[in-house]
Protein backbone atom coordinates (compact mmCIF):
# COMPACT_ATOMS: atom_id res chain seq x y z
CA UNK A 1 0.00 0.00 0.00
CA UNK A 2 1.41 3.60 -0.79
CA UNK A 3 -0.27 7.06 -0.31
CA UNK A 4 1.62 9.88 -1.08
CA UNK A 5 0.79 13.97 -1.25
CA UNK A 6 2.27 15.83 -3.23
CA UNK A 7 3.04 19.21 -4.51
CA UNK A 8 4.67 17.93 -8.24
CA UNK A 9 3.22 16.65 -10.74
CA UNK A 10 3.30 12.87 -11.54
CA UNK A 11 2.86 10.32 -14.73
CA UNK A 12 -0.35 8.13 -14.24
CA UNK A 13 1.11 5.61 -17.30
CA UNK A 14 4.33 5.15 -15.00
CA UNK A 15 2.78 5.04 -11.52
CA UNK A 16 0.27 2.20 -12.82
CA UNK A 17 3.42 0.12 -14.93
CA UNK A 18 5.32 0.38 -11.29
CA UNK A 19 2.34 -0.86 -9.86
CA UNK A 20 1.49 -3.56 -11.87
CA UNK A 21 4.82 -4.82 -12.56
CA UNK A 22 6.34 -8.10 -11.45
CA UNK A 23 2.97 -9.51 -10.09
CA UNK A 24 1.92 -12.49 -10.81
CA UNK A 25 -0.99 -12.89 -8.22
CA UNK A 26 -2.91 -10.35 -9.46
CA UNK A 27 -5.69 -10.66 -12.15
CA UNK A 28 -6.84 -7.22 -12.31
CA UNK A 29 -5.43 -3.77 -12.58
CA UNK A 30 -7.84 -0.84 -11.53
CA UNK A 31 -6.40 2.89 -12.10
CA UNK A 32 -8.49 6.05 -11.98
CA UNK A 33 -7.12 9.27 -12.45
CA UNK A 34 -8.89 12.90 -11.66
CA UNK A 35 -7.68 16.20 -13.88
CA UNK A 36 -8.39 19.50 -13.66
CA UNK A 37 -11.37 20.11 -15.92
CA UNK A 38 -12.45 23.46 -17.18
CA UNK A 39 -15.99 23.59 -16.38
CA UNK A 40 -18.39 26.96 -15.98
CA UNK A 41 -18.79 29.88 -18.20
CA UNK A 42 -15.71 31.53 -16.70
CA UNK A 43 -12.53 30.32 -18.24
CA UNK A 44 -10.43 28.64 -14.95
CA UNK A 45 -6.92 30.03 -14.87
CA UNK A 46 -6.07 27.29 -12.29
CA UNK A 47 -7.45 25.38 -9.21
CA UNK A 48 -5.67 25.75 -6.37
CA UNK A 49 -5.76 22.89 -3.95
CA UNK A 50 -5.60 23.35 0.31
CA UNK A 51 -4.60 20.35 2.61
CA UNK A 52 -4.10 19.22 6.14
CA UNK A 53 -0.23 18.38 6.55
CA UNK A 54 -0.21 15.03 8.71
CA UNK A 55 -3.96 14.60 9.05
CA UNK A 56 -3.95 14.16 5.66
CA UNK A 57 -1.99 11.66 5.05
CA UNK A 58 -3.67 9.70 8.18
CA UNK A 59 -7.13 10.08 6.68
CA UNK A 60 -5.51 8.82 3.11
CA UNK A 61 -4.08 5.84 4.77
CA UNK A 62 -7.07 5.14 6.93
CA UNK A 63 -9.02 4.84 3.67
CA UNK A 64 -7.04 2.47 1.69
CA UNK A 65 -6.88 0.35 5.04
CA UNK A 66 -10.78 0.35 5.25
CA UNK A 67 -10.81 -0.78 1.52
CA UNK A 68 -8.21 -3.76 2.11
CA UNK A 69 -10.54 -4.70 4.89
CA UNK A 70 -13.59 -4.29 3.00
CA UNK A 71 -12.00 -6.12 -0.49
CA UNK A 72 -9.74 -9.20 -0.98
CA UNK A 73 -6.95 -6.93 -2.86
CA UNK A 74 -3.22 -7.60 -3.34
CA UNK A 75 -2.06 -3.71 -3.80
CA UNK A 76 -3.37 -0.11 -3.36
CA UNK A 77 -2.13 2.83 -4.42
CA UNK A 78 -3.25 6.56 -3.95
CA UNK A 79 -1.96 9.86 -4.59
CA UNK A 80 -3.13 13.43 -4.06
CA UNK A 81 -1.83 16.46 -5.34
CA UNK A 82 -1.72 19.93 -3.55
CA UNK A 83 -1.01 23.49 -4.93
CA UNK A 84 -1.92 25.29 -7.83
CA UNK A 85 -2.50 23.23 -10.73
CA UNK A 86 -3.75 24.57 -14.37
CA UNK A 87 -6.74 22.92 -16.38
CA UNK A 88 -5.64 19.69 -18.10
CA UNK A 89 -3.57 18.62 -15.03
CA UNK A 90 -3.81 15.81 -13.20
CA UNK A 91 -4.99 16.28 -9.52
CA UNK A 92 -5.01 12.37 -7.96
CA UNK A 93 -5.30 9.27 -8.75
CA UNK A 94 -5.89 5.60 -7.24
CA UNK A 95 -5.06 2.53 -8.31
CA UNK A 96 -5.75 -1.33 -7.12
CA UNK A 97 -4.38 -4.39 -7.52
CA UNK A 98 -6.38 -7.87 -6.98
CA UNK A 99 -7.38 -11.50 -8.34
CA UNK A 100 -10.75 -10.45 -9.47
CA UNK A 101 -12.00 -7.27 -11.06
CA UNK A 102 -15.02 -6.94 -9.18
CA UNK A 103 -12.75 -6.13 -6.11
CA UNK A 104 -10.41 -4.23 -7.98
CA UNK A 105 -13.30 -1.74 -9.39
CA UNK A 106 -15.39 -1.66 -6.34
CA UNK A 107 -12.01 -0.64 -3.96
CA UNK A 108 -11.41 1.93 -6.67
CA UNK A 109 -14.90 3.59 -6.28
CA UNK A 110 -14.56 3.12 -3.10
CA UNK A 111 -11.69 5.15 -2.58
CA UNK A 112 -12.62 7.34 -4.80
CA UNK A 113 -16.16 7.93 -3.07
CA UNK A 114 -14.46 8.33 0.46
CA UNK A 115 -11.42 10.68 -1.02
CA UNK A 116 -13.91 13.30 -1.54
CA UNK A 117 -15.44 13.95 1.31
CA UNK A 118 -13.42 12.68 4.21
CA UNK A 119 -9.74 13.69 3.38
CA UNK A 120 -8.62 17.37 4.09
CA UNK A 121 -8.49 18.93 1.07
CA UNK A 122 -10.03 21.86 -0.10
CA UNK A 123 -10.22 23.37 -4.34
CA UNK A 124 -10.03 27.05 -4.70
CA UNK A 125 -11.25 27.95 -8.51
CA UNK A 126 -9.14 30.87 -9.97
CA UNK A 127 -11.20 32.02 -12.76
CA UNK A 128 -11.15 35.64 -14.23
CA UNK A 129 -13.22 37.07 -12.60
CA UNK A 130 -11.73 36.24 -9.77
CA UNK A 131 -11.33 33.35 -6.93
CA UNK A 132 -13.73 30.80 -5.15
CA UNK A 133 -14.03 27.87 -2.64
CA UNK A 134 -15.67 25.06 -4.38
CA UNK A 135 -18.36 24.06 -2.10
CA UNK A 136 -18.91 20.16 -1.34
CA UNK A 137 -22.02 18.68 -3.29
CA UNK A 138 -24.61 17.38 -1.66
CA UNK A 139 -23.82 14.01 -4.20
CA UNK A 140 -20.45 13.23 -2.51
CA UNK A 141 -21.78 13.11 0.59
CA UNK A 142 -24.86 10.90 -0.23
CA UNK A 143 -22.53 8.75 -1.97
CA UNK A 144 -20.56 7.27 0.60
CA UNK A 145 -24.24 5.87 1.95
CA UNK A 146 -23.87 3.03 -0.55
CA UNK A 147 -21.05 1.51 0.84
CA UNK B 1 -3.78 24.07 22.83
CA UNK B 2 -3.26 24.98 19.20
CA UNK B 3 -6.54 25.49 17.09
CA UNK B 4 -5.81 25.53 13.18
CA UNK B 5 -8.15 26.93 10.28
CA UNK B 6 -8.42 26.35 6.86
CA UNK B 7 -9.96 27.38 3.83
CA UNK B 8 -12.96 30.36 4.01
CA UNK B 9 -12.67 29.93 8.02
CA UNK B 10 -8.73 30.93 7.55
CA UNK B 11 -9.74 33.80 5.33
CA UNK B 12 -12.36 35.09 7.34
CA UNK B 13 -10.55 34.92 10.55
CA UNK B 14 -7.31 35.87 9.00
CA UNK B 15 -4.39 33.37 10.12
CA UNK B 16 -3.82 29.61 9.54
CA UNK B 17 -3.06 28.78 13.57
CA UNK B 18 -2.96 30.21 16.88
CA UNK B 19 -2.18 29.01 20.41
CA UNK B 20 -5.01 29.11 22.65
CA UNK B 21 -5.84 28.65 26.51
CA UNK B 22 -9.13 27.75 27.05
CA UNK B 23 -11.34 26.13 29.97
CA UNK B 24 -13.64 24.92 27.54
CA UNK B 25 -15.46 21.54 27.82
CA UNK B 26 -16.48 21.33 24.53
CA UNK B 27 -15.48 21.90 20.96
CA UNK B 28 -19.08 24.27 21.10
CA UNK B 29 -17.97 25.73 23.96
CA UNK B 30 -14.68 26.69 22.75
CA UNK B 31 -16.31 28.23 19.51
CA UNK B 32 -18.70 30.68 21.81
CA UNK B 33 -15.40 31.50 23.27
CA UNK B 34 -13.99 32.44 20.29
CA UNK B 35 -16.97 34.15 18.75
CA UNK B 36 -17.83 36.11 21.96
CA UNK B 37 -14.26 37.80 21.33
CA UNK B 38 -14.16 39.02 17.95
CA UNK B 39 -16.52 40.00 15.60
CA UNK B 40 -14.02 37.74 12.76
CA UNK B 41 -14.79 34.75 14.66
CA UNK B 42 -18.29 34.97 14.66
CA UNK B 43 -18.82 35.56 10.71
CA UNK B 44 -16.57 32.11 10.31
CA UNK B 45 -18.56 30.21 12.88
CA UNK B 46 -21.61 32.25 11.99
CA UNK B 47 -23.49 28.54 10.89
CA UNK B 48 -21.92 25.70 12.76
CA UNK B 49 -23.64 23.42 10.16
CA UNK B 50 -21.28 24.63 7.41
CA UNK B 51 -18.34 23.56 9.47
CA UNK B 52 -16.51 20.67 10.25
CA UNK B 53 -14.25 19.90 13.04
CA UNK B 54 -11.11 17.41 13.71
CA UNK B 55 -9.45 16.94 17.35
CA UNK B 56 -5.87 15.62 16.93
CA UNK B 57 -6.30 15.31 13.74
CA UNK B 58 -9.49 13.07 13.52
CA UNK B 59 -12.67 14.00 12.44
CA UNK B 60 -15.16 15.04 15.55
CA UNK B 61 -18.19 16.74 16.03
CA UNK B 62 -18.98 20.04 17.97
CA UNK B 63 -20.06 18.43 20.94
CA UNK B 64 -17.00 16.03 21.77
CA UNK B 65 -14.86 17.11 24.83
CA UNK B 66 -11.84 18.66 24.68
CA UNK B 67 -10.32 17.03 27.75
CA UNK B 68 -6.42 15.76 27.03
CA UNK B 69 -6.93 17.08 23.15
CA UNK B 70 -3.50 19.02 22.10
CA UNK B 71 -4.56 20.12 18.17
CA UNK B 72 -8.61 21.33 17.16
CA UNK B 73 -9.19 22.27 13.33
CA UNK B 74 -12.23 24.07 11.95
CA UNK B 75 -13.00 23.78 8.30
CA UNK B 76 -15.34 24.02 5.59
CA UNK B 77 -16.44 20.07 4.26
CA UNK B 78 -14.03 18.95 2.37
CA UNK B 79 -13.47 19.13 -1.48
CA UNK B 80 -10.94 16.78 -2.19
CA UNK B 81 -10.87 14.23 -5.31
Known sequence: MRVSVQEAPFDPGQEVNTFAKGRKDVGAVVSFTGVVRDTGDEALHAMEIEHYPGMTEAALTDIAKEAQARWSLADTLVIHRYGRLEPGEMIMMVATAARHRKDAFEAAEFLMDYLKSRAPFWKREVTEKGASWVAARDEDEDALSRW | ?81
Open chain 2, 1 to 81: MDVLYFAWVRERIGLPREKLNTSAQTVSDLVDELVAREDRYAVAFADRSALRVALDQELSDFDARLDGVREVAFFPPMTGG
